[in-house]
């Protein structure tokens, strides 16, 4: 910006700098008003939507009285932060989150990546696309259709696979409510929903193998096995670290919606998690400062998480994602 | 199909693929399958088989409780009108955006793409959102299920970088033969966008006949609520007395809850089975791009 005025000033030495510096300004604007009202409806969501809620997580500091306002609620420094450390409701939420996020790692992540493998393996091309077709449906479904499809299916009243179940094994599961079915319902759920739906992005990568590296391979004698290991593998392995490194980002980001509709009062020990329970303190009993001040810890500790899952692609020597 | 090379192990290995894929894709699908028989059985049938795929008895009883009164119509209808309004109010404000966003010469870009970029690493929370949209006056009304997701960073990034990537010498002849800015995104930039334009449509439109939470959260008249609300009071509430039965025959059994319950599923499952074709096209589309250039 000033180099271009000094040269500018140097070619049209009679022309004084600052009124030349506020006209470039100006006609910069004027010769781009309509780009700036394109922008202006974009511009406002983001402010008001995005960043009047930045400024408004203070009242994580404040004790928040709607009648009130922002600007006549007490500040009361870290009060509702203390108040929850100390709250053993906060080791149980943190317990909660941190297990299914394990579980989901575990047991949901590389259930793509296998599937994906499973399908590169199929050499029958209309019965390839025929499982695509079908794995992928869920995906658009939503949650409340699988929760509400799960409570049918299992329900302790003349649900199919309860009472399944209870032929095969003599005992009737109470699934919706046991605090010990919770966790796996909802890795289970997760995965009939988005395991076909997450191949898409391996399969794309393993699609653009050079086929030439495979012939290779059958010259060299190598078995089906030794291919999938020695040349499949390798070719989806930066995507699998990319795909990990951003789980790792938002590990704390269990699925909100799916969490709360599968909760209920027989098996909130094991089903809260940081998002319901906020939903729960602040929407429903109207605490709005103490749950805003939970909400604000979980993002500085997603913060940390997603800067510090780069800084560790980065030292792997992966390109980094930001 | 097989190779000689294969030893007895690799034929095993194919037969057991085909088999677990197989078993995968009936374990999607049947799920759905066994909801649409269940809805049209009656209750013997329903308590007196285990699972199954063809109704021996058939019987509309569920669809006609569930549309004997206004609670279903009324629901899908709100869907329809947000999924409409809104994924527009997405497309307007996202495509606009993204466009002054994609001239690199525009001054303030940068500043605005980094508070862009910034709020997807942080956000004020469920609580301060509420307040905001509270604060607007926007409780119970659709604009509350609306404007505050009217555009995912994300996308817009993406749009962006489409929309750089354009050639640009169309633009730059529209604009010597004296098009303003509005006519060269509406004449040039946008027809060329259609296939893109079509897959973030569908990803938005898809999210909003989706969305149950804003709406739990937004609206609390329970005469505005779209379809996944009314659908969730339902089945896992067993709030099932939706149906009106005074204008019915006076022989009409109450179909039993578990029927009443797969019907509705269906009702709320069947537009996006509809759409599907589209759907799978669009969006594997739609994510490569995302995941490449995002």
Not at chain 1, 94 to 104: E, H, M, P, S
Not at chain 1, 184 to 213: C, H, R, Y
Not at chain 2, 78 to 89: D, L, N, R
């Amino acid at each position: 910006m000033e180099t271009t005025a000094q040269a500018s000033d140097k070619r049209n030495p009679q022309r004084p700098l600052p009124v030349r510096q506020k006209r470039s300004w100006t006609t910069r604007i004027k010769k781009d008003r309509w780009l700036y009202v394109l922008l202006l409806p974009g511009l406002l969501y983001f402010l008001v939507f995005k960043y009047l809620p930045m400024w408004g997580v203070l009242i994580a500091f404040q004790n928040f009285q709607p009648f009130l306002g922002f600007w006549e609620s007490s500040w009361v420094g870290l009060d509702h932060f203390r108040n929850f450390f100390g709250n053993p409701d906060f080791v149980r939420l943190l317990r909660n989150t941190f297990i299914l996020a394990v579980y989901d790692l575990v047991f949901f992540f590389p259930a793509p990546i296998i599937v994906a493998l499973l399908l590169n393996e199929i050499r029958v091309g209309i019965f390839k696309r025929f499982v695509q077709t079908m794995v992928y449906v869920p995906h658009f479904i939503s949650m409340v259709i699988v929760a509400s499809m799960t409570y049918v299916f299992l329900t302790t009243q003349g649900g199919v696979l309860h009472d399944l179940i209870q032929q095969l094994t003599g005992r009737s599961f109470n699934f919706l409510a046991d605090p010990d079915w919770f966790r796996p319902l909802i890795i289970l759920q997760i995965m009939w929903k988005e395991t076909g739906w997450g191949t898409i992005i391996f399969l794309a990568a393993l699609a653009s193998v050079d086929v030439e590296q495979y012939e290779a391979a059958v010259v060299d004698g190598a078995s089906r096995f030794q291919r999938l290991w020695h040349v499949t593998l390798p070719a989806i392995s930066g995507v699998i670290s990319i795909l990990l490194i951003l789980r790792l980002g938002n590990f704390l980001d269990n699925g909100f919606e799916q969490i709360f509709l599968m909760t209920n009062s027989l098996n909130r020990t094991v089903a809260d998690v940081f998002d319901t329970y906020v939903y729960f303190v602040g929407i429903t009993q109207g605490a709005f400062s103490y749950s805003t001040a939970i909400g604000l810890f979980k993002s500085l500790v997603g913060i940390v998480l997603i800067f510090g899952s780069n800084y560790l692609a980065k030292r792997m020597g992966k390109e980094g994602l930001y | 199909m097989h190779s000689r090379h294969d030893t007895l192990g690799e034929r095993v290995f194919d037969v057991a693929n085909y088999l677990f894929l197989t078993i995968f894709a009936c374990v999607t699908v049947l799920p759905f399958v066994y909801i649409v028989a269940g809805s049209f059985t009656t209750e013997a049938e329903l308590a007196a088989r285990d699972f199954f795929i063809i109704p021996k008895d058939y019987s509309i009883a569920a669809y006609q409780y569930i549309f004997s009164s206004s609670t279903i119509f009324r629901s899908i209808g709100v869907s329809i009108f947000i999924t409409v309004v809104g994924t527009i109010t997405n497309l307007a404000f996202t495509l606009t955006m993204a466009y002054s966003l994609s001239r690199k010469d525009l001054m303030g870009r940068n500043t605005i793409m980094n508070l862009v970029i910034f709020s997807m690493l942080f956000s004020g929370g469920m609580i301060p959102t509420y307040l905001v949209v509270k604060e607007l006056g926007m409780i119970d009304s659709y604009a509350a299920v609306i404007l505050p997701g009217a555009i995912s960073a994300f996308n817009l990034i993406v749009i962006k970088n489409f929309f750089q990537n354009l050639p640009p010498g169309l633009e730059e002849s529209a604009r010597i033969d004296g098009c303003t800015e509005l006519g060269v995104l509406w004449r040039i930039v946008l027809p060329l966008s259609k296939p893109i334009i079509a897959t973030f449509g569908l990803f938005y439109a898809v999210g909003h006949w989706n969305n149950f939470f804003s709406a739990l959260l937004y609206l609390n008249d329970h005469l505005k609520w779209p379809l996944q609300v009314v659908l969730r009071e339902m089945v896992m509430l067993s709030q099932l007395a939706v149906g009106d039965m005074s204008n019915m025959d006076p022989n009409f059994v109450r179909p039993p809850d578990q029927a009443v319950k797969m019907a509705v599923i269906v009702v709320g499952t069947v537009p996006i089975l509809m759409l599907y074709p589209f759907l799978q096209k669009h969006f594997a589309k739609g994510m490569l791009l995302g995941s490449i250039k995002g």
